[in-house]
């Protein structure tokens, strides 16, 4: 039988489904006592035990006298079995005695499936046993093809499943991290809000969140957060991060206070090379339009003002969060007028790339900013996001984007 016709007919075999590997091995085995090709009066399926070492009889097909179900051998006291690791098949003479009752006297074994070390011996997963009245030598190149086509079916199917958790896994981190972020627009006092968070990722380590405190109403804190690492590991620590933040608003008066006992729950909880950024601004419902801020190592605020054109920076106010234990955060303050822009970001959007490894840059952004800044918060934060998104279309790398306007309206 031509080699690669052999292996591609098993490959054919095991693409149909099956709800488990024994359908899988049960179809394949009786395909081949089916097959006019093959000599073969009946064939049998092993299975490993791997705690105690033993085979226990799991499926037998054709001409002969069937074996107790469940019948067990074990691989120490039945060296055909227990040295299949070596050459994948081996052709042997009956010497078990229960089975030569049974009518079988001449059979070949092929490994199939990954390997399990017992007593320092590597056992397969699963054995192929055909019988037959006689079983050419040249057969052993043939059955070794079919044992390495059913273990690549196996390992597929493994792998297939284990694809399936993990999307499974990825949906519910992606539900879990929607939940911690807000809905898109806010509105309090003088001011409208709106924000958006785009992971590159299923699942990211930028946030935002608006923070309420049940006994005051007369505050909203606004967070935007970066966790320096990605995918799976960000998104825990932006869900950690917004968990403390939520709890602490509820109990911390003092804004300072607040980051400060945050940056050190981030340092025992993750190792100092997976810190985070933030931004934290607490608007007040106020005539003054007083807003208090903390930067922890992040992209300073932009704060367009409305009268003048002119842009200022809410620059750092302590360090990234995580790494430093004893630092202590420092509390700055700004005054907002009516149709006063503070655009929040996090630096996938000025380290945005294009093809020519250009980043987009705090210069454009302002740039578009200052374009749109007669717009409401929802259409400045859209359009921000187009032209960062048509501007590194075409690069390589891309992170995670978010931003948050805030207008004072009145």
């Given amino acids: 039988m031509n080699q690669h016709k052999l292996y591609r007919t098993i490959q054919s075999l095991t693409e149909e489904r099956f709800r488990t590997d024994e359908q899988l091995l049960s179809h394949v085995l009786q395909h081949i006592i089916t097959n006019d090709e093959f000599p073969i009066k009946g064939g049998r399926i092993w299975k490993l035990e791997p705690a105690s070492g033993t085979y226990r009889l799991l499926r037998q097909y054709g001409d002969m006298e069937f074996i107790d179900r469940n019948f067990r051998i074990r691989a120490d006291q039945y060296p055909p079995f227990r040295d299949l690791h070596k050459r994948g098949t081996i052709l042997a003479t009956e010497t078990n005695r229960y089975l030569r009752r049974k009518g079988i006297r001449f059979y070949s074994a092929t490994g199939i499936g990954e390997k399990s070390i017992w007593k320092g011996v590597a056992l397969f997963q699963y054995v192929l046993g055909i019988n037959a009245d006689f079983l050419e030598y040249d057969r ?56 958006v968070s785009l992971p590159e990722q299923i699942v990211g380590g930028d946030f935002f969140d608006y923070l309420h405190t049940a006994d005051d109403k007369d505050r909203l804190g606004v967070v935007i957060a970066d966790a320096a690492s990605k995918g799976m590991s960000a998104a825990v620590q932006a869900l950690y991060v917004s968990g403390a933040l939520r709890m602490g608003v509820e109990y911390q008066t ?80 700004t005054l907002m007028n009516k149709n006063d822009l503070l655009l929040l970001y996090t630096d996938g959007i000025v380290e945005a790339s294009n093809e020519r490894q250009e980043m987009y840059g705090e210069g454009r952004l302002l740039e578009t900013l200052r374009a749109h800044r007669t717009r409401q918060p929802k259409e400045i934060c859209q359009l921000l996001l187009e032209d960062v998104q048509v501007f590194s279309r075409n690069a390589v790398y891309s992170d995670d984007k978010t931003l948050v306007v805030i207008k004072r309206t009145k």
């Fill in 254 to 333: 003092k804004l300072s206070s607040l980051i400060t006992k945050v940056n050190q729950l981030v340092g025992r909880a993750f190792s100092p090379e997976h810190f985070i950024s933030m931004v934290y601004v607490e608007l007040t419902d106020s005539d003054r339009g007083l807003v208090l801020f903390v930067n922890a190592g992040h992209n300073a605020p932009i704060l367009l003002r409305a009268g003048t054109d002119q842009a200022e920076m809410l620059q750092s106010t302590g360090h990234i969060l995580g790494p430093f234990p004893n630092a202590r955060y420092r509390a700055d303050f």
């Fill in 140 to 195: 052993i190149y043939a059955l070794n093809i079919i044992g390495n086509a059913l273990t690549v079916a196996l390992k597929k199917r493994q792998i297939e499943k284990k694809a399936e958790l993990l999307a499974a896994d990825l949906d519910k981190a992606r539900e879990i991290q929607r939940s911690i972020l807000p809905e898109h627009q806010q509105r309090f006092g003088n001011y409208d809000l709106y924000g």
